[in-house]
């Protein structure tokens, strides 16, 4: 395994370049391999066997023909269902998950109630009602899957995203720093900082929304340095693929990360 070789990066569609943005700013040397499986999405309503197999098959396109020196999960969904698998199929490749920020939350918090939304996938998987479990006693966690969501950013559907974030956020109870408020958002789908903004509109101002780009983006740091892998020169390229549509993976990198 070369440092010269590109990181690879992965989501269902555009919602890890949320990911993609903080790995770029903590990485600037190294090249990434972008991977939008849009043709088979969402990942988020369709089921661990789908997101397994696809998991598999995304991984094995960027081992094979991009030669990847890391991989990086960009989706909560996918991390929850096949992480585990993918560490015992691939024990020598430096693996990144992302997984609902809820340990982070609970430092954040002082009203110790904390909203989380995510795919169904994610929020039903053993993965995230275990951390839900180890966390109860420290707070009230109100836990909301937002079916649709994700797919209406994928799709750039501004009033289908006003529409579903009014729901979701409804659905979530009052905001707020006064107790029994909710004080801190858990986007627990990389899809979800791409409409922070309409989060927001419902959520106030003194609401905290937490994502995990930069930490995930820290954690490939660490296992790069750990594995001697970690690239020290060179401008930092991206390469965007796709199985769905190029013009959205294109339209959705230009607009959110300039590229
Ligand atoms: N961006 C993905 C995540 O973080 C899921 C979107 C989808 O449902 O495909 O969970």
């Not at 691939?90 to 918090?109: C, D, F, N, T």
């Not at 309409?198 to 660490?222: C, D, F, K, S």
């Not at 294109?250 to 990360?257: G, H, S």
Request: glycine letters at 8%.
């Amino acid at each position: 395994m070369s440092s010269k070789a590109p990181i690879g990066v992965f989501d269902s569609g555009v919602g890890g370049l949320s990911v993609l943005r903080a790995l770029r700013a903590e990485l600037p040397h190294e090249d990434f391999v972008y991977l939008a499986d849009s043709g088979f999405a969402p990942y988020g309503e369709r089921g661990d066997a789908h997101v397994i197999t696809r998991t598999r098959t995304v991984t094995e396109r960027l081992l094979q023909e991009h030669q990847v020196k890391a991989l990086v999960m960009a989706c909560n969904t996918a991390t929850a269902a096949a992480i585990d698998l993918m560490r015992a199929a691939y024990p020598h490749l430096p693996l990144v998950g992302v997984e609902p920020a809820l340990k982070p939350a609970v430092a954040l918090s002082k009203t110790r109630r904390i909203g989380v939304i995510g795919t169904r996938g994610t929020l039903g998987s053993a993965k995230v009602r275990a951390l839900h479990e180890s966390l109860k006693d420290q707070a009230e966690f109100i836990l909301v899957p937002c079916d649709g969501l994700a797919d209406a950013i994928q799709n750039d559907d501004a009033s289908q995203i006003a529409e579903l974030c009014a729901r979701y956020m409804q659905a979530l109870g009052s905001f707020g720093n006064e107790e029994g408020q909710i004080d801190t958002l858990v986007l627990g789908c990389t899809h979800y900082p791409f409409a922070q903004q309409q989060l927001a509109a419902h959520a106030g101002e003194n609401v905290t929304m937490i994502e995990t780009g930069e930490p995930v983006a820290r954690q490939t740091r660490r296992l790069l340095q750990a594995a001697d892998l970690l690239k020290a020169q060179g401008q930092g390229q991206v390469a965007l693929l796709t199985t769905g549509s190029p013009q959205v993976l294109e339209a959705a990198a230009r607009r959110w990360l300039g590229i």
